[in-house]
């Protein structure tokens, strides 16, 4: 999101600019002062001074321990960025802000380059990315050194308008509010469209062997508004491109058309009296009309692609009820704050993240999370801003507000992943930057190649103008965003959250999935899993377990008292219950002092096992903890309980898909052999290796990723998968997990639901192939379009109905991936 400017630390004197003040001691030089992080004492200061007096063309250095800042002058931006890393180098940090923009006026991916390169001509712009199909712009600068209005002012001189980006509900409206205007809608393109029917009728009524003909006085007043006030936004964008020494669409289409129209005037004005000369005004007039409707037609098509945004950015209320003083009052939602008790009435969307106190209802999350069932809510239980509350009333205490609540944190990943290029967008990005010059040459060579050979100037010209015209840069620009918005649009409405575009491309081309197992493959909740009594009565055994652990808050215990609640089973009140350090709980139920623990409290004291140490043998195998209940008087052996860690009920598929699209699946765990090994049985995984310690899993998956043909992929939810997750190529996260697991990770998943794997490595499959299929068309138009023009075989009016739709067509087909659903339970090759 933006940085507004009051967290930026520029100089005192006037803020920085590309050329801010000189330096007093070296002309030419620049003051600047970069925050530092990590400096702790005195040393680290003399360390990151002798770091930037080693930099060419920094001067002046002094670094102050105290408000952490570097205080340096720069002869160039080259020279200021080459401080920053100097500092890195030396093991600190320059904090780095991210600052969005709207763009304005952007038409193609000639217009992309253009502003990305006025931005990184910034000193302290360490990149920039230019989204066309979101207009939008993301620049990470050095904190401290450039502000949106510095970034703003440079796209203005590039001949774009830009504004900061306030928020994401008017970052996901701004387009919209630009769409509004009159001369975006269709009404412009009605009324050009009105004005060049009568020039092209004439045309169409030759082809039935009617001539008709317009007095060319009459064409020119019907074209003339056409070229000069419908087509007046490409005069005006090629004007800012020819002044910024750069090309666009636009300019190849101001020059295609207006040479057609000046080519008519001059014939009108050379004609013999009487005679009717061969006049171009429908070819100028219907080109203009038709771009301007391929343009509108793309508008419209780039706002479904942003649906996803918006709709998520729809589900935050305006409102909140908020009980203060014992009364409940609505207040804007942006007043509510951490630990407000909140009111959420059957039917309303809960408007903040919060924890239930009162009440029981179920919950629609789908929006957020993909699930499609209704959610259970009882007291103790999270409540997720965005959610639809049904049946019941609930009072919640508020937990998160603003950018910290669940759908805030989404919007801002989706945000992310919509904003970032994908690595196979430099390509394009490089073509681009070339292929207007290229375009304006091939275009002059026409003419001349036709005019001198052929001594028609008036058919040279046409040809030129049809070279000019086809050649349209907006569907390169277009190919890879539009499907990239579509693609993590359609993931997100799946529960499917992906972090950035390189995560995206990189995910179809996965070959191991390597799994953690507690809290991933399994609930992570332990539950009893096998009662074993000595006397045979199980539901006396559970009685005296239950009545032991009633008060405790261990997970083993909840898993008991929880089967007993299932049960309908009623533990007395146990008495002197304590713990033993390290073994065990004790107690006395129903007068009879009782020890529950490990097989080293049974051996401690000398307990007989009996019968029952078969099975204990036998469930430890299967990697079940077992515990033994024990009279403390007699020291004899009452009973044993197992637990186990449940598998998740979509784990079985999600193995399964995988394997069916040739994925080798792997289990990295901590856990001992035997719960690995029965874990692995149960899923059919490929691999399983037991017993690795957390800090060992980043090089299990380093090893698996050693051969250098293998692309890997990890699935975990907590801390301890951080690691591993980040030395992934691509690193996917539980949303059921800790933060910083999701942090490191390139995709989230909202559900843990493990059979989203596979749909996420769909939707990243999908989503490549139609910018594939995307870059081909882009491509296809002009290599065949552009010989066609030079060949005289292409009319300007065809050139300009196929430029109109090479746009529009790429972005149709980004939007096919709408129709994209996850398929859990289904083989995964039939999601792609």
């Known amino acids: 999101m933006s940085t507004p400017a009051s967290s930026l630390s520029p100089v005192p004197n006037p803020a920085p600019d590309p050329a801010p003040n000189a330096a007093r001691n070296v002309p030419g030089a620049a003051e600047w002062r970069l925050p530092v992080d990590g400096m702790t004492c005195a040393s680290c200061v003399g360390r990151v001074e002798r770091a930037l007096a080693k930099v060419p063309g920094v001067h002046d250095v002094a670094v102050n321990l105290a408000t952490e800042q570097a205080t340096l002058h720069a002869e160039s931006g080259a020279a200021l960025a080459a401080a920053a890393q100097a500092v890195t180098d030396a093991g600190y940090d320059v904090p780095r802000d991210e600052i969005e923009l709207d763009i304005a006026d952007m038409t193609c991916a000639s217009c992309v380059g253009r502003v990305e390169r006025a931005l990184r001509a910034i000193p302290g712009v360490q990149d920039a990315q230019v989204n066309l199909a979101t207009e939008r712009a993301t620049v990470t600068v050095l904190r401290g050194t450039a502000d949106a209005t510095v970034l703003a002012a440079a796209v203005t001189r590039a001949g774009y308008g830009a504004k900061p980006v306030v928020d994401a509900a008017a970052a996901a409206s701004g387009t919209a509010a630009r769409q509004a205007d009159f001369w975006s809608g269709p009404w412009p393109v009605a009324i050009s469209a009105a004005l060049s029917l009568p020039l092209v009728a004439p045309m169409v009524l030759e082809w039935f062997g009617i001539h008709a003909m317009l007095p060319g006085w009459l064409q020119w007043l019907l074209a003339t508004p056409v070229q000069f006030v419908f087509g007046w936004r490409f005069y005006k964008a090629g004007y800012k491109a020819v002044r910024a020494r750069a090309g666009n669409m636009d300019l190849l289409v101001a020059l295609g058309t207006s040479a057609a129209y000046a080519l008519s005037i001059w014939q009108m004005f050379d004609a013999e009296p009487g005679a009717m000369p061969h006049l171009y005004f429908e070819s100028a007039a219907v080109v203009i009309t038709l771009v301007r409707l391929g343009k509108w037609l793309e508008v419209r098509a780039k706002r479904q692609t942003a649906d996803a945004i918006r709709a998520l950015a729809a589900l935050r209320p305006d409102t909140a009820r908020v009980v203060r003083n014992g009364v409940e009052q609505a207040v804007p939602l942006a007043d509510v704050r951490v630990g407000d008790e909140i009111v959420v009435r059957p039917g309303e969307r809960i408007p903040v993240d919060a924890e239930v106190v009162t009440g029981n209802s179920h919950a629609d999350e789908s929006m957020l999370t993909g699930e499609s069932l209704p959610v259970p809510k009882q007291p103790g239980d999270r409540l997720t801003g965005g959610a639809i509350n049904f049946e019941g009333l609930l009072v919640a205490r508020t937990v998160a507000v603003g950018a910290e609540t669940v759908l805030a944190r989404i919007i801002r990943m989706v945000e992310h992943a919509q904003a970032a290029k994908a690595p196979i967008q430099r390509m394009v990005d490089q073509v681009s930057a070339v292929f207007v010059p290229v ?223 040739g994925i080798r699946t792997v289990m990295l765990t901590g856990d001992s052999a035997g719960a690995a090994a029965r874990v692995a049985s149960v899923l059919g995984l490929d691999d399983v290796q037991a017993e690795v310690l957390p800090e060992d899993k980043a090089a299990r998956v380093m090893a698996l990723r050693a051969d250098g043909k293998a692309v890997v992929a990890m699935v975990g939810d907590g801390i301890n998968d951080a690691p591993a997750l980040a030395a992934a190529d691509v690193g996917i996260a539980m949303s059921t997990g800790t933060d910083v697991a999701m942090h490191a990770a390139g995709i989230t998943l909202m559900r843990g639901d493990p059979a989203l794997v596979a749909d996420a490595l769909a939707v990243s499959h999908r989503t490549v192939r139609k910018i594939r299929q995307n870059l081909f068309w882009a491509f296809i138009y002009n290599v065949i379009g552009i010989p066609l023009a030079v060949a005289g075989l292409l009319n300007p009016v065809v050139a300009g109905a196929a430029m109109a739709f090479s746009s529009v067509s790429v972005v149709s087909n980004a939007l096919l991936l709408r129709r994209w659903h996850p398929l859990a339970g289904k083989p995964a090759k039939e999601s792609r």
């Open 439 to 661: 375009v304006l040459g091939i275009a002059l060579a026409t003419l001349l190649g036709w005019g001198v050979m052929g001594g028609d100037w008036s058919q040279a010209l046409l040809n030129a103008v049809a070279v000019l015209v086809i050649a349209c840069p907006c569907a390169l620009g277009l190919a890879t965003p539009t499907a990239i918005m579509a693609g993590t649009g359609a993931g997100a409405r799946a529960g499917i959250l992906i972090k950035d575009a390189e995560a995206l491309e990189v995910a179809h081309r996965v070959s191991i999935v390597a799994f953690d197992k507690t809290g991933t493959l399994t609930v992570g909740k332990p539950e009893v899993v096998a009662l074993h009594a000595a006397d045979g009565d199980d539901n006396a055994l559970l009685e005296k377990l239950a009545a032991l652990q009633a008060g405790s808050e261990h997970p083993l215990a909840r898993a008991v008292v929880t089967l007993a609640g299932e049960r309908a089973i009623t533990a007395p009140l146990a008495a002197d219950v304590r713990a033993l350090p390290g073994r065990g709980i004790a107690g006395v139920v129903a007068g009879q002092a009782l020890q529950l623990g490990s097989e080293g409290l049974r051996a401690s004291l000398n307990a007989d096992a009996g019968a029952l140490q078969a099975d204990a043998e036998r469930l430890r195998g299967e990697g079940r903890t077992v515990s033994w209940l024990i009279d403390a008087t007699t020291h004899s052996v009452l009973g044993l309980v197992a637990f186990g860690d449940a598998l998740k009920p979509g784990a079985v598929a999600a193995i399964a898909r995988l394997r069916e699209a």
